[in-house]
Nanobody, 129 residues
């Protein structure tokens, strides 16, 4: 059974940090794109960060560039999202996803939710001011 399970969410004050984890089981996602997405109430799901597990190349939304870091531990089949300098605008449900994206990899292709077909259940991140 293919599963993506997120953890690490919680409540922090502005300026704080959180580290999200996404453990993949039941499938080897080597050579896939793994992405982190978020969705706030009343808003569309948006791509935050993505990593191509083959070459390790990373992609970020402008809103998180310099504050968030995505990484991949192949041995643990786990993707992480280190989030620093959090602001209330980062409050959302965060989802991990996996997708076999073909063709050119860039922030547009790797951060588009429609490119991914396997999703986790999400972990809530709440940042208070």
């Amino acid at each position: 059974q293919v599963q993506l399970v997120e953890s690490g969410g919680g409540s922090v004050q502005a300026g704080g940090s959180l580290r999200l984890s996404c453990v993949a089981s039941g499938y080897d996602y080597s050579g896939y794109c793994m992405g982190w997405f978020r969705q706030a109430p009343g808003k569309e799901r948006e791509g935050v960060a993505a990593i191509y597990t083959g070459a390790g190349s990373t992609y970020y939304a402008d809103s998180v560039k310099g504050r968030f870091t995505i990484s991949h531990d192949k041995a643990k089949n786990t993707v992480y999202l280190q989030m620093n300098s959090l602001t209330p605008e980062d409050t959302a449900m965060y989802y991990c996803a996996a997708g076999a994206i073909k063709g050119r990899l860039d922030p547009i292709t790797t951060l588009g939710p429609q490119q991914y077909n396997n999703w986790g259940q999400g972990t809530q991140v709440t940042v208070s001011s």
